[in-house]
């Protein structure tokens, strides 16, 4: 939020925001490799954040991947990012975008699905503290 508040609320007026956050609490250290959340249960960080840039369309991204495998991820087969927004032109730009960088989309609704969302970043970590494995993702099987 302060760094929003740093850029000046009026310069995401309208944007596309792609939200990667997770509210991760800094003061409570992963206990068997899950992580804490400072957000109440069924409550998300993306909803404080779109409350606070009400302008702003953002869409939920990136948030249960690690930095290395955002972009053309090599795991043998096509992960799926899943998304969430309120703005539908929003969430078709970044479908775009996430096909280009090399994944397969999954829309999961409006802006209630963040707290969803983003509890996968917890179960994404757990192999990582618990066996330092850190290259892997979701796929949505249809």
């Known amino acids: ?24 609490d800094e003061t409570t ?12 249960q069924n409550s998300s960080f993306m909803q404080q954040i779109q409350a606070h840039l009400p302008e702003a369309k953002l869409v939920k991204a990136f948030n249960s991947v690690g ?6 991820p090599q795991l043998g087969e096509t992960p799926t990012m899943f998304i969430c927004g309120n703005d539908d032109s929003a969430k078709e730009t ?18 209630e699905s963040a ?12 192999p990582g503290f618990l066996n330092n494995q850190w290259n892997h993702a ?3 099987l249809k």
Not at 14 to 23: C, R
Request: proline share 5%.
């Open 1 to 24: 939020m302060d760094a929003v508040d740093l850029a000046g609320h009026e310069n995401f007026a309208g944007k596309i925001v792609i939200d990667t956050t997770n509210p991760i």
């Open 29 to 40: 250290p992963p206990i068997n490799g899950v992580l804490s959340f400072f957000t109440p």
């Open 67 to 72: 930095n290395a495998g955002m972009y053309k």
């Open 94 to 111: 970044v479908t775009g975008i996430l096909n280009s960088f090399g994944w397969d989309t999954a829309d999961m609704g409006r802006a």
């Open 115 to 126: 707290a969803a969302i983003e509890s996968l970043c917890i179960l994404w970590c757990i």
């Open 138 to 140: 979701y796929k949505l």
